[in-house]
């Protein structure tokens, strides 16, 4: 039963939420009609951590980078080698796997005007690798690519690497236009001009990035002309409740990332459509710091991961728009054993563990972007079992540099899965390579496991892979580096003008909206 003083608590609670989204709203910058029915405004929940692909490409960052840049090949799960076509046309590898020839399009010019040709193939992955940076785990696998001819590029592997192709489909590994990037590189390559400025081939370009942090599109003068959208606003705001206000107002056209707890409250806007995704893509978890007390303790972690209600978070929490599922393979994978039970809580288990450790309640602040009900149903779950947890909310730039720094107790993160292919997964979040960068940020280090995930990732027949992603499975069930919590359905909201919404279960946040429409009242 909800007492009269929560509810009084919930009604001042959307009553200030609505009095910002009024206040805010009358700031934005207001349009004629003609360019508000060619504007799209999107409201996205933080500022993206760079523009700059080969920086940082998050969930939170490609879906706008994949407008402003292509890749060489595009991820199609019913395509024989995974992938098809983008700048790329065709593709082989040698007979030893330790080199890859792709052929390039001529028809595709950067917005400068440049030819997309060879010479940038080249100079993007190259760049990517050698700034290291968070961006820099899909081409791991790379040694260095070099030029064939014009139109050929060959790239050359460490080592036979299986997951090349689905790599050189992603957002890190987008190529940009080598003589406008040079004529800015700074000090840094290009990081700083590229976190403000664009230099690619995708539908759109970056046109100004203003002092609030809104980002604007225009549509790139050398590509096809978008169908409707001549302008793109994407506006941080972080505020749930605000993001909903202003939806349903008309001040904004579409939110990316609905929390799934929430999803009744945007069903019942005026005006306003909701499309939900196949679940097994995203994976929300807590990354538990290996490297320092008190979850450098196996039994820490365990007690962590046994002391969540999953199901009261799935059904109560998350109103069942989640998949929750045991180990570490995603429901994504053909892998993917459906008949094993969901994960139960064991509160004395939890316990037990936590005083077989010797941990006496000292502090452990978990960190988020975000606070809402799934952080505050986890502090309470962990709490019950003997944990002293504080929420910590940090924005997207600092959170990031505690998981490089490794300098937190306990994070609430995510991760999208970049294929069907739980390899490139375990590579990028649990091998010891992967710790510096950040990607790896619980910090779990153990040979044995990166010596498996490395024989993952090589060229094998489907009985050994099978084999051996169980073994990773069961490895990591017993170090239990992170706890996995769910994988939530993916959900957009947008006004019901707006039609050409897509939800790739490969991609769930980019939206091809220089194909998008606004339809006539």
Not at 130 to 149: F, I, Q
Not at 195 to 205: C, E, K, L, Q
Not at 312 to 317: A, E, F, K, Q
Request: charged fraction near 25%; hydrophobic fraction near 40%.
């Amino acid at each position: 039963m909800v007492s009269a003083m929560s509810k009084q608590r919930s009604k001042y609670s959307l009553s200030f939420a609505c009095l910002i989204g009024l206040v805010l709203s009358a700031c934005l910058p207001q349009q004629d009609l003609e360019n508000r029915d060619r504007t799209l405004i999107i409201a996205k929940a933080a500022q993206p951590l760079s523009l700059d692909p080969a920086v940082y490409a998050t969930g939170n960052d490609y879906p706008m980078q994949e407008l402003l840049y292509h890749q060489l090949v595009k991820l199609d799960a019913d395509a024989p080698d995974g992938v098809t076509p983008e700048l790329a046309t065709d593709w082989g590898f040698s007979e030893d796997g330790l080199s890859l020839n792709l052929r390039i399009r001529d028809d595709i010019r950067f917005e400068s005007g440049a030819v997309v040709d060879a010479n940038a193939v080249v100079y993007s992955l190259n760049r990517l690798k050698t700034l290291g940076r968070w961006s820099s785990v899909y081409v791991e696998w790379l040694d260095r690519a070099e030029k064939v001819s014009d139109r050929e590029v060959q790239l050359i592997l460490k080592e036979p690497f299986r997951p090349a192709l689905a790599m050189l489909a992603q957002a890190a590994t987008s190529i940009v236009d080598p003589s406008v990037v040079e004529a800015n590189a700074g000090e840094d390559q290009g990081m700083t001009f590229l976190a403000r400025n664009s230099a690619g081939s995708g539908p759109y370009r970056l046109e100004t990035v203003t002092v609030d942090g809104t980002v604007i599109f225009s549509p790139n003068p050398s590509a096809e002309k978008p169908a409707h959208f001549t302008s793109v606003e994407w506006r941080a705001i972080p505020d749930e409740g605000v993001r909903r206000v202003l939806l349903e107002r008309g001040d904004v056209d579409f939110t990316d990332i609905v929390p799934a707890a929430f999803l009744d409250r945007y069903r019942n806007l005026d005006n306003v459509e909701v499309s939900l995704g196949e679940g097994g893509a995203s994976l929300s978890f807590l990354v538990l710091n290996n490297r320092r007390a008190p979850f450098s303790n196996p039994l820490v972690r365990k007690a962590a991961a046994a002391a969540i209600d999953y199901e009261s978070l799935r059904d109560l929490v998350l109103k069942g728009n989640a998949i929750q599922f045991s180990g570490y393979v995603s429901p994504q994978s053909s892998l993917f054993d459906a008949s094993e039970p969901s994960p139960k809580r064991d509160l004395d288990l939890a316990r037990s563990l936590l005083g077989d450790a010797g941990y006496s309640g000292e502090a452990i602040e978990m960190v988020t972007t975000q606070v809402g009900p799934v952080g505050e149903f986890i502090q309470s779950n962990l709490k019950e079992a003997g944990f002293n947890i504080k929420i910590i909310r940090r924005d997207m730039s600092s959170f990031q540099s505690l998981k490089i720094n490794g300098d937190f107790d306990l994070i609430y993160d995510g991760w999208l899965m970049d294929s069907d292919d739980p390899a490139p997964f375990f590579d990028a979040l649990f091998t010891t390579k992967n710790i510096q960068t950040g990607v790896n940020s619980s910090g779990f280090s153990d040979p044995e496991t990166d010596e498996l995930i490395s024989r993952l990732l090589q060229p094998i027949d489907d009985e050994l892979f099978a084999d051996l992603v169980r073994d990773v499975d069961e490895t990591l069930r017993d170090a239990q580096p992170i706890v996995i919590l769910f994988s939530a359905l993916p959900i957009a909201a947008y006004r019901e003008d707006i039609s050409g919404v897509k939800i790739n279960p490969l991609k769930p946040y980019y939206q091809p909206i220089h194909e998008m429409k606004r339809t006539s009242p």
